[in-house]
């Protein structure tokens, strides 16, 4: 028999346009070379502009889809997105504390790249309460991080994640591309300080699903043992790719190519360095 891929879990909403949410994280992990296994813990109406409708899955279904499949496959990193409510949150950290050892990947979605609100403020607070503890690295935009930390909207971002850190998250990943300049600074933040701020080529236009997208693959890369430092980097040059080979398909945001390396155009190469 061939080796077993490792077995990545991912908790997220649906979204039907598979541009962000659980069908982004599968394509991800999949493309990283794991197998995606998913607790749905939402639903939503939405297209590449925006939002409409969010509707929350019982958490009691999310914690029986979780202890099925946790009871039958050897999972080997654990993602989380969109939550859907404080109770989803509070039973999924109730799960994760059964495996410590397993490395999990936090990516507080709080609204979608319109503005429209995924996290009221009790699933904020779940959050900050239940998860930051259980989280390997948390991978929040600029935006998240501030909100998170219950800092001010233009709050200096370090001190935001020292704050996140003693919360109990391991790592913090702070992603750029809500700031201004040229460049997309994201900066990998420990128990020590800042432990590395790459810097990438700012892409036009706008993208649905870049952060499911670097969250999905930086679990992917943990699953396989790599540590963090190395698999944040090479989570960050995944996500980067995939949104050079973006395309517009609707009438709202692009959607990143997380196949890109299966299509026949040559691959798009990284113009930047950290």
Request: hydrophobic residues 50%; aromatic residues 4%; contains cysteine.
């Amino acid at each position: 028999m061939p080796a077993q891929p490792p077995i990545v879990l991912s908790f997220a909403a649906s979204d039907p346009t598979a541009g962000a949410g659980l069908q982004a994280d599968l394509l991800a992990i999949a493309a990283l070379g794991c197998h995606p296994a998913c607790v749905p813990t939402a639903l939503t109406v939405q297209d590449t502009r925006g939002v409409e409708q969010i509707r929350a899955l019982e958490s009691d279904w999310v914690a029986r889809q979780a202890r099925c499949i946790l009871a039958d496959m050897p999972v080997a990193a654990f993602k989380l997105g969109v939550l859907g409510s404080a109770q989803n949150a509070a039973v999924i950290a109730a799960i994760l504390a059964a495996y410590r050892a397993v490395p999990v990947v936090l990516d507080p979605v709080l609204a979608s790249g319109r503005g429209d609100a995924l996290a009221d403020a009790a699933t904020v607070q779940a959050l900050r309460d239940s998860l930051l503890a259980r989280a390997t690295v948390v991978t929040p935009n600029s935006v998240e991080a501030r909100a998170l930390a219950g800092a001010a909207p233009d709050a200096a971002l370090a001190p935001c994640a020292r704050r996140l850190v003693a919360l109990g998250a391991k790592y913090v990943l702070v992603t750029g591309t809500h700031e201004p300049g040229a460049e997309v600074v994201n900066t990998l933040y420990g128990a020590q300080g800042t432990i590395a701020a790459d810097r990438w080529p700012r892409l036009p236009g706008s993208y649905h699903g870049s952060g499911c997208t670097l969250a999905a693959a930086l679990a992917a890369l943990l699953a396989q043992g790599l540590p963090v430092e190395r698999a944040a980097r090479r989570a960050q040059d995944y996500t980067w790719q995939a949104l050079a080979a973006g395309f517009r398909p609707g009438r709202g945001q692009h959607l990143p190519d997380r196949l890109f390396a299966l299509r026949p155009q040559p691959r798009a190469r990284r113009r930047g360095a950290r």
